[in-house]
């Protein structure tokens, strides 16, 4: 037992050096962030809770000095994209997560390793870890150079134009409420594929005005998004 707990911080030690540039001074804190909670007790949901709020801040005093002019509605948007599930999985794939995670048995059999929500809470875990170890600007300036290319992927042209960057869900829900309708109503219909893998296909339907689309993404978010995006149009907004 006290063999593999050895091997785990040193296999989560070794990956926070080669992938973050960062040395830990608690190997055993490390292995906690990247221990999914498949692999039994001590896992990341704590750390993983606490790199999310240090996350959030990080990004969030980034855009408030890169863009001066932009308002609280515009930021918010603007962060959420950055910090989004499938953003942080993105980053986390980038620095190859997902082969240094601690997972049990039915997670690797499945390919929990490349699973969006595993890889992007796995990231947020090892935040909070280098948060509690070095403090808050270390966790800064460690994350900011990780989150760079998101970063830089905004584009500030639209960012000034509020409304551009409201997504289909939030201008449909803002046109209904402007008209005094109900807010829409969205439904699963389908599911494929495997865990690691589906496609949701989810119905968008505004009884106030009969109307109704349907969307497909690989996340009952984007799914919903797809269909709101269809119905937007449909009503011609």
Same mark, same amino acid.
């Given at each position: 037992?006290?063999?593999?707990?050895?091997?785990?911080?040193?296999?989560?030690?070794?990956?926070?050096?080669?992938?973050?540039?960062?040395?830990?001074?608690?190997?055993?804190?490390?292995?906690? &962030?990247? $221990?999914?909670?498949?692999? !039994?007790?001590?896992?990341?949901?704590?750390?993983?809770?606490?790199?999310?709020?240090?996350?959030?801040?990080?990004?969030? !005093?980034?855009?408030?000095?890169?863009?001066?002019?932009?308002?609280?509605?515009?930021?918010?948007?603007?962060?959420?994209?950055?910090?989004?599930?499938?953003?942080?999985? $993105?980053?986390?794939?980038?620095?190859e997560i997902g082969p240094a995670l601690a997972l049990g048995a039915g997670e690797l059999k499945t390919g929990g390793f490349r699973r969006e929500s595993i890889l992007a809470d796995a990231f947020e875990a090892v935040c909070g870890a280098v948060?509690?170890?070095?403090?808050?600007?270390?966790? $800064?300036?460690?994350?900011?150079?990780?989150?760079?290319?998101?970063?830089?992927?905004?584009?500030? &042209?639209?960012?000034?134009?509020?409304?551009?960057?409201?997504?289909?869900?939030?201008?449909?829900?803002?046109?209904?409420?402007?008209?005094?309708?109900?807010?829409?109503?969205?439904?699963?219909?389908?599911?494929?594929?495997?865990?690691?893998?589906?496609?949701?296909?989810?119905?968008?339907?505004?009884?106030?005005?009969?109307?109704?689309?349907?969307?497909?993404?690989?996340?009952?978010?984007?799914?919903?998004?797809?269909?709101?995006?269809?119905?937007?149009?449909?009503?011609?907004?």
């Open positions: 037992m006290a063999g593999g707990e050895e091997a785990g911080r040193a296999r989560a030690a070794d990956w926070v050096r080669r992938r973050l540039g960062y040395q830990p001074r608690d190997p055993a804190l490390f292995e906690q &962030a990247l $221990r999914h909670r498949s692999a !039994g007790s001590g896992h990341n949901e704590r750390l993983e809770f606490l790199g999310d709020a240090v996350l959030n801040l990080v990004v969030a !005093g980034h855009l408030y000095r890169q863009y001066p002019e932009a308002d609280e509605g515009a930021l918010s948007r603007l962060r959420a994209s950055v910090v989004s599930g499938e953003s942080l999985a $993105r980053v986390a794939m980038a620095l948060f509690l170890e070095s403090g808050f600007e270390a966790a $800064r300036e460690l994350f900011l150079r990780a989150l760079a290319p998101s970063l830089a992927g905004l584009d500030a &042209a639209a960012l000034n134009a509020a409304e551009g960057q409201k997504d289909a869900k939030t201008r449909l829900q803002e046109w209904l409420q402007g008209q005094g309708m109900p807010l829409p109503h969205y439904q699963v219909l389908e599911v494929n594929g495997e865990s690691h893998a589906q496609t949701f296909r989810v119905s968008c339907r505004i009884d106030a005005v009969k109307a109704s689309a349907e969307g497909e993404g690989h996340s009952r978010r984007r799914a919903e998004q797809a269909a709101a995006q269809r119905l937007l149009r449909d009503l011609g907004l």
